[in-house]
């Protein structure tokens, strides 16, 4: 019903910069917050920055002030612009949505497949 998809990953230098999009598409009455998060092989998936419909942000204390979140509401697309990249940014970042498909229904979590991010020092 709703599908997210995730671009804008690939591989830079250390200090490099990248900007990941996130459009999503299908039944969609209203999306609420929306959210960027990685996963690092080994690693548990962490939130790297959530933004709601009203634009309120919150990031990551590891990306702040390198990393800015910002979405197009009418585009029901959700941005990720990141500034001096680091090695330890390297992952595979996820799309994730708070979506309701109508106006009486319960709202539910929805993810991209990820794209992957590879920092070199």
């Known amino acids: 019903q709703v599908q997210l998809v995730e671009s804008g990953g690939g591989w830079v230098q250390a200090g490099g910069s990248l900007r990941l999009s996130c459009a999503a598409s299908?039944?969609?009455?209203?999306?609420?917050?929306m959210s960027w998060y990685r996963q690092a092989p080994g690693k548990q998936r962490e939130l790297v920055a959530a933004?709601?419909?009203?634009?309120?942000?919150d990031y990551a204390d590891s990306v702040k002030g390198r990393f800015t979140i910002s979405r197009d509401n009418a585009k029901n697309t959700m941005y990720l612009r990141m500034n001096n990249l680091k090695p330890e940014d390297t992952a595979v970042y996820y799309c994730?949505?708070?979506?309701?498909?109508?106006?009486?229904?319960?709202?539910?979590?929805?993810w991209g497949q990820g794209t992957q991010v590879t920092v070199s020092s």
């Open positions: 299908g039944t969609i009455f209203r999306i609420n917050t």
């Open positions: 933004i709601t419909s009203s634009l309120s942000t």
């Open positions: 994730n949505a708070d979506v309701k498909t109508g106006r009486w229904s319960a709202p539910f979590d929805a």
